[in-house]
């Protein structure tokens, strides 16, 4: 009865241990219309073969975990798109909606970037984890 007990316990604790482990899958690949994930200088090819999109430069200037800002911040990308061999560049706010820096005939969206920033911790660009949505117009 003691051993069925103590199975149960440890049961209970892989789940919640298991519930507490946050990961996150990149894709290979994207799919217009469909998030997903993303890195700095890696180039990612949708499942059609038909567009490349790499982010070049990202600036993360949202307000850190323990510290009270003006302003929340915002995550800013740069990068270049291509469509059909056809490149153009695109600068993406997480914030601040300009459609004017967007690749033509697209919308990029930042759905979320991981990890969040702490106070006292060392955020490295190449440690971002951005969740973006990419829409034909």
């Known amino acids: 009865m003691k051993t069925l007990s103590a199975i149960k316990y440890l049961l209970v604790f892989f789940l919640f241990a298991g519930m507490g482990c946050e990961e996150t899958i990149l ?3 994207f ?3 469909r998030e997903a994930t993303f890195q700095v200088n890696q180039l990612y090819t949708s499942a059609n073969g038909q567009y490349t999109l790499k982010i070049t430069e990202i600036n993360d200037s949202r307000c850190a975990e323990g510290v009270q ?3 929340q911040g915002e995550v800013t990308i740069k990068g270049d798109w291509t469509e059909n061999s056809s490149k153009s ?3 993406i706010h997480s ?3 300009d459609q004017t ?3 033509t005939g697209y919308t990029i969206e930042i759905v979320d970037a991981k990890p969040y920033p702490k106070y006292g911790t060392e955020s490295k660009p190449e440690n971002l984890v ?3 949505l990419i829409q034909k117009k």
């Open 27 to 29: 894709e290979q690949g």
């Open 31 to 33: 799919t217009v219309g």
């Open 69 to 71: 800002c003006v302003w």
């Open 89 to 91: 560049d695109f600068e």
């Open 95 to 97: 914030v601040l909606k």
């Open 101 to 103: 820096k967007q690749p």
């Open 130 to 132: 951005l969740t973006l």
